[in-house]
């Protein structure tokens, strides 16, 4: 049975996507100069990972997106704040290069209820940290003096109305993304639409 390597995020507007230019070609530059090779992220592919599925039989998806219809019913769109550059795992030995998203309630929440209905236990991940993948290193190596620079990006409130399902397609060398489907989230009350994430 064919399988697809799926995983669960939210996208970023066009406007977004315009606005990391002017940053990603400044580190860009820097990286350049300091000889760090990089293999940086299609803007096209810009997301932040709510839940990762893996390799999942293709029947399989029609159920995925019934449990994300769910968790759409009970989750109001949002917004996220998008601030701030690390490494993964960490900073000194860094295998990849990210955008910070504040980790508000709104985001937690969705997140963790998509885990817990798609997820067993024993795959659940408890220390989930939202964050939009730039680049990554070919080797780990301490990326502080090209981030720190940087630390200071602020790339403002991205809206977060749906939530989407990917498959992740190798192409030469690259992840291509395909968006499977997407599902809408609750419209936000006035009281929701007020809040500051």
């Not at 507007?13 to 940086?40: G, M, P, R, Y």
């Not at 090209?146 to 939530?163: C, Y």
Request: proline share 5%; aromatic share 8%.
């Amino acid at each position: 049975m064919e399988t697809k390597r799926l995983f669960i995020g939210v996208g970023f507007s066009d406007e977004f996507i315009k606005a990391t230019e002017i940053w990603v070609k400044k580190i860009k530059k820097s990286a350049d100069q300091k000889e760090t090779a990089l293999k940086w992220a299609l803007p096209t592919n810009y997301h932040v990972t709510l839940v990762f599925l893996g390799d999942t039989l293709i029947d399989q998806i029609p159920v995925i997106e019934e449990k994300m219809r769910e968790a759409a019913r009970a989750h109001s769109a949002f917004k996220i704040k998008v601030r701030g550059i690390g490494g993964f795992p960490t900073v000194n030995q860094a295998r990849v290069i990210y955008l910070g998203v504040q980790r508000s309630q709104a985001i937690l929440d969705l997140q963790s209820d998509l885990e817990g209905k798609l997820l067993t236990d024993d795959k659940i991940e408890h220390d989930y940290v939202p964050h939009l993948t730039l680049a990554r290193l070919r080797n780990p190596k301490s990326c502080r003096d090209l981030l720190s620079p940087f630390g200071g990006i602020d790339l403002g409130k991205q809206s977060v109305s749906s939530i989407r399902l990917y498959s992740s397609i190798l192409s030469n060398g690259y992840p291509i993304y395909e968006l499977i489907s997407e599902i809408k989230l609750k419209p936000p009350t006035p009281a929701e639409d007020e809040v500051i994430y």
